[in-house]
């Protein structure tokens, strides 16, 4: 990979606060149930990192071909792989191809569709 940032990147967390910071420039998202995941696209060659900086590729090849889609051909994206239900998010899903009892057979992919935005 050629890009000013390489894996592994262990991304900034949030910190727990008392109360939320008051004043001008600050914004705020919301904290989705799922895995972070920072994505090093190099034309053709995406690596997906763990916010521990480990590779997730095997655990989540259903989202490579979409990401590609998506990105630009030379980019570094710090996002999260959620899977959303009509009943909201499912984290129990998301967390299915890496738990260890899973990971003891091989990956597995959820047959969902997948989304990418920005």
């Not at 690596?47 to 071909?65: A, H, K, Q, T, V």
């Not at 999260?80 to 998010?89: K, N, Q």
Request: aromatic share 6%; proline share 12%.
């Amino acid at each position: 990979m050629q890009l000013p940032v390489l894996p592994p990147v262990e991304p900034m967390l949030a910190k727990l606060a008392r109360e939320l910071p008051s004043g001008e420039g600050w914004s705020y998202e919301p904290k989705w149930d799922g895995f972070r995941c920072v994505v090093f696209r190099d034309h053709d060659e995406i690596e997906l990192g763990s916010r521990n900086g480990r590779p997730l590729n095997r655990y989540f090849p259903e989202i490579l071909d979409p990401l590609r889609a998506a990105m630009p051909a030379s980019a570094v994206v710090d996002g999260e792989i959620i899977i959303a239900t009509p009943r909201g998010l499912d984290f129990v899903t998301t967390a299915a191809p890496i738990s260890s009892s899973v990971t003891a057979t091989g990956p597995v992919s959820v047959t969902l569709p997948v989304l990418v935005t920005r």
